[in-house]
């Protein structure tokens, strides 16, 4: 399999701040890779660097044997964590998957029947069909989540950015998601995907690194967390489990 | 009866008055969709003020007012978009500074001359009924450019606008996007200046695009009610203003403030009863 990301020695500040030093990193096609780390420790940092939104201080990062801007408009599809938008904003779900088209279409081209059927299809694939003509701020955390990751799709991207997209999201949307992702992962894509959760860490990643400025581990999931490198960091996992438990609940209540 | 409806229409000054009217009022409410949906109300009153040293600068050079006017509102424009980059300042900060700064040097230029005839008053408060030939075709000449550069980037303007970050990770140029519309904001504000003025200029850009957004949550609606409403108001106060005797800029911020009230109220009534909005 050919390589999709490949980071070398990649130093990012912020302000002066250290961000990230120093990080390698390589990602094959049809892989998933996992990031974990406490708040704070870049990992959101990591993933801006190589959608290209960020210029590194140092080292290089290459997508596709190119630097990230550099490559053909649609090529890295990013999925923030949600609150990043105005859900006020005049969209209902299918404006907003639709933008996914966006940057593959050119000007004054209208929207072609292959444009409406890889949309369709997306909503399809994260089970968001029935909610196309809801607008946006009428969704849960896991419904705009999945709003989110169908735009990526419908994209068409040869690069999965996935930023904590399980964040804030219930038991059953996660393992929809886990399967879904794994399914591209199955055809091809390379996903790089930041989480807070362990628990599934085995079940998501073909690889595992534990980032906090500097990365402190990498390999398979399972050896990984055995190696007790994210020892500090469990505790951040746990008091965040909590958290998401509560989390959980409000967005049962909104479903 | 038909011959007083149509009185206005007799003198070729009012004639050009009601054309600078049309374009500029749906001009305005079009861009404006994307100052409000952006959140830049304020962008419409700074680029206007800031114009201001334009016209002193042009005045003192012997220069047409409008190009001066042009010249600094686009500079001030993307200064307000490089400032907000590079300082890492809000949008909003950075305009205040900037179009503090340029009115400022627009007073304190014109203060220095010990006697000047530049009409304040026409620019301040917009003087639609001095509208001549020459600026009619200015005004159509950049309005139809304007228009044409908005239909050219719809889509990379309107993912910008949403989600700028993901837009630009997907590979579309939201820096340069977000210049474009800057620039062309800068224009717009100045195709306005003779019709509604310095003053009141950010009212076309902000009420028809929030009257709309009272009225639809989908965006190409958002986008033809606001040119619509921006359209209608900007005639009808124009010819209001002809039988009450009034400043016709004016007459036209009324109107489509008035408008604004009463899509919001009825927005109220509607949602009490909308089988759409129930929340689940």
Partial sequence: ?255 | MIDALLAPFQYEFMQRAFVAALVVGTLCSTIGTYVVLRKLSFIGDGIAHASFAGIVIAYLRGMDYYVGAAIVAVLTALGIGYVTRRAKVSLDTAIGVLFTGAFALGVFLMSRLPTYNIDLQGFLFGNILAVSRADIVLILVLAALVFAVLILIYRPLLYASFDPVVAEASGIPVPLIDYVLLVLLALTVVISLEAVGIVLVAALLVTPAATAYQLTRRFRRMLALSALIGAICAVAGLYASYYLHAASGATIVLLVTLVFFMAMVSKRYRVVGSPGRTTE
């Fill in chain 1, 1 to 255: 399999m050919a390589i999709a990301v490949r980071a070398r020695d990649l130093t990012v500040r912020y302000d002066g701040v250290l961000a990230l030093d120093r990080v390698n990193l390589t990602l094959d096609e049809g892989q998933a890779l996992g990031i974990v780390g406490p708040n704070g420790s870049g990992k959101s940092t990591l993933l801006k660097a190589v959608a290209g939104l960020i210029a590194p201080a140092g080292g290089s990062i290459h997508v596709f044997d190119g630097a990230p801007r550099s490559q053909p408009p649609g090529s890295i599809a990013y999925v923030p964590q949600v609150e990043a938008v105005d859900w006020s904003f005049p969209a209902n779900v299918y404006d907003v998957v639709a933008m996914g088209r966006f940057p593959r279409m050119r000007a004054l081209s209208p929207f072609s029947k292959h444009d409406r059927e890889v949309v369709d299809a997306a909503l399809e694939a994260l089970h968001i069909g029935d909610l196309r003509n809801r607008h946006i701020s009428q969704l849960s955390g896991g419904q705009q989540q999945r709003a989110f990751i169908a735009r990526a799709i419908a994209q068409e991207p040869r690069l999965l950015l996935l930023d904590e997209p399980t964040t804030g999201v219930d038991a059953a949307t996660e393992e929809a998601l886990r399967e879904f992702v794994r399914g591209l992962v199955a055809h091809g894509m390379p996903v790089l995907m930041t989480t807070h959760d362990l628990e599934r860490a085995t079940e998501w990643f073909d690889r595992l690194m534990v980032v906090d400025r500097r990365v402190l581990a990498e390999g398979a999931p399972a050896t990984v967390l055995e190696s007790g490198a994210y020892a500090g960091i469990r505790e951040h996992a746990h008091t965040h489990g909590h958290l998401r438990t509560d989390a959980i609940q409000e967005h049962a209540e909104h479903d």
